[in-house]
């Protein structure tokens, strides 16, 4: 077997190569976050009404005010992504029959997961719905 020499700044030049383009490629891998709070919506309080929901089709959300307070829950069915109609009782998608609660937990499939809940916030006598 024949011995190749190598030389250590060769050795050295790879390896800064190497890193260099490890730290490339996970700045390339991980998303930047614009540290920027974006208001989807933003409405009075008093136009929410008390046990019912407040749609918002552009925005594939809705608004709803409980005992609890406020709470927003995506329309984007977890199954295919198709948009969920409300109803008084619960919330469905059209497109393959999946029921959801009004809490957005799923009651019957093919959707495996809960319906995505939006963080909300109240203040001034607005409530915004921050994405």
Do not use: W
Not at 38 to 61: I, K, Y
Not at 62 to 87: E, N, P, R
Not at 104 to 119: E, F, T
């Amino acid at each position: 077997m024949e011995n190749i020499p190598q030389s250590r700044r060769k050795f050295i030049t790879k390896l800064t190569l190497l890193i260099a383009s490890g730290g490339l490629l996970i700045r390339y891998l991980i998303p930047r976050s614009s540290g920027m709070r974006r208001v989807l919506v933003s409405v009075a309080v008093t136009d929410v009404p008390q046990g019912g929901a407040l749609l918002f089709r552009n925005e594939r959300l809705a608004l709803f005010k409980d005992d609890g307070g406020f709470y927003a829950l995506s329309l984007i069915c977890t199954h295919l992504g198709c948009t969920v109609t409300v109803t008084e009782d619960a919330l469905s998608c059209p497109c393959h029959g999946s029921r959801f609660d009004r809490q957005g937990k799923v009651l019957s499939g093919p959707a495996d997961r809960a319906l995505v809940r939006m963080k909300v916030e109240e203040h001034d006598g607005r409530v915004d719905v921050v994405g």
